[in-house]
């Protein structure tokens, strides 16, 4: 079920909503290397500091945009 929004968009914006929506799952070609970009996020939520947790996130986020081939995200 589209969002609220949905009816507001152009017929382009709807047409890349649905495309959008419609993917389920991405494949990381070399998930591993991400591995311990994962468990730095994990420590972060853990210590519940703001600081490491942007970074953390920040750093997971560029090296999943780099495996997807997407340009650099910010977090």
Same mark, same amino acid.
């Given at each position: 079920m589209p969002f609220a929004?949905?009816?507001r968009l152009? &017929?382009?914006d709807? &047409?890349?909503y649905r495309r959008s929506d419609s993917v389920t799952s991405?494949?990381?070609p070399r998930?591993?290397?991400l591995h311990g970009l994962v468990e730095e996020l994990r420590v972060a939520l853990a210590s519940e500091e703001r600081?490491?947790?942007d970074a953390a996130s920040s750093a997971l &986020?560029?090296?999943l945009a780099g495996q997807l081939e997407l340009p650099p995200v910010r977090v």
């Open positions: 929004y949905y009816e152009s &017929a382009r709807r &047409a890349i991405l494949v990381l998930p591993r290397e600081r490491p947790v &986020a560029l090296g």
